[in-house]
């Protein structure tokens, strides 16, 4: 099973915290560095010093991290044109060379969308579909050739459909818990089904259905990959579980039901569970950002067990 970090700058960090969790990342043999695509903290707290945009934070750490891939759980449709949102995930895969998957999704937080001025649209899921059409069919689009498209929502006339990602195909994540409408998105344009934070029951239901919506439409269900994302709070002891519990504001019994907490061993054997699912990839999302020896910890314990 892989193990990428997955990170919720929202909550309060800045670039500079985000770069040091990043070159952790990388340094210590993760396969990949994720962020959320959130503006505002969700919880108490005052969410200094304020948030990131994602994507302005990945073409940053694509230019100062070389191995690791880099993207989002999840970008919200809501925020940005999907024309412009094919450019911008286009560009930041050449800046990389080629190391950027873009989770879409889409949109749900009505908060952050009144503080800062941003449309909450009712048809957000419809919209989705028209978005991941758009921006698949612009990087598909050959080179020379020009891109159309009458949605409800969007409109594309003669686009010259450029730049073109590094990548010859950008793995696109899709997620979620929706029982019909999710897995058919899944089917018809996910690389990756991504499902978060849920039981390994729930998980192994999910997978199931978006196996079969696949099928349905005649594609190979074992062409994508499944995969989860969960909070982690791993410690030597029961002492140092519950030190990083209370650092995030949580409570160990809690995490040990509806995440990855526990010893090494512990979790470890929580993570084989989800692969019997078909889980073949987890994202550890990670809270407490300055506890770095929280991430070593996992590559030397608990990542050699999974390889």
């Known amino acids: 099973m892989d193990l990428r970090i997955f990170t919720e700058p929202q909550q309060g960090a800045s670039y500079d915290t985000l770069l040091a969790v990043a070159k952790a990342t990388e340094d210590l043999g993760f396969d990949a560095f994720f962020r959320s695509d ?45 024309g412009v949102l094919a450019i911008q995930v286009a560009q930041v895969d050449q800046m ?25 649209p009712k ?14 069919g612009l990087w598909a689009t050959e080179p020379g050739k020009s891109f159309s498209y009458e949605g ?19 793995p696109v994540v899709i997620g979620g818990h929706g029982a019909t409408r999710t897995p058919r998105l899944a089917a018809r344009y996910a690389d990756e089904f991504n499902i978060p934070f849920a039981s390994i029951e729930t998980s192994e239901r999910q997978f199931g259905r978006v196996r079969a919506a696949a099928e349905e439409i005649g594609r190979d269900a074992g062409e994508l990959v499944y995969s989860n994302a969960l909070v982690a709070c791993v410690g030597r002891d029961d002492a140092e579980v519950a030190r990083r519990a209370a650092a995030i504001g949580r409570e160990v ?23 019997e699912t078909g889980s073949t990839r987890c994202y550890l999302q990670i809270l407490d950002l300055t506890d770095l020896d929280h991430l070593e910890l996992i590559a030397a314990q608990i990542q050699p067990q999974l390889s």
Do not use: C
Request: proline letters at 6%.
């Open 96 to 120: 990389s060379g080629g190391r950027v998957e873009l989770g879409l999704g889409s949109g749900w937080f009505e908060e952050e969308h009144r503080a800062y001025g941003i449309p909450f």
């Open 123 to 136: 048809e957000k899921f419809s919209r989705l579909e028209e978005q991941l059409a758009i921006v698949t």
């Open 253 to 275: 019994s809690e995490l040990k039901e509806n995440g990855l907490a526990g010893t090494p061993a512990e979790v470890t054997d929580k993570l084989g569970r989800y692969a």
């Open 152 to 170: 409800e929502f969007y409109q594309l006339v003669d686009s010259p459909a450029l730049p073109k990602p590094a990548q010859a195909k950008v």
């Open 38 to 82: 959130h503006y505002l903290r969700m919880g108490a707290g005052d969410g200094l010093p304020g948030p990131t945009d994602a994507w302005v934070t990945l073409a940053g750490l694509a230019r100062e991290t070389s191995r690791i891939r880099l993207g989002t759980l999840m970008t919200a449709a809501t925020f940005r044109l999907p």
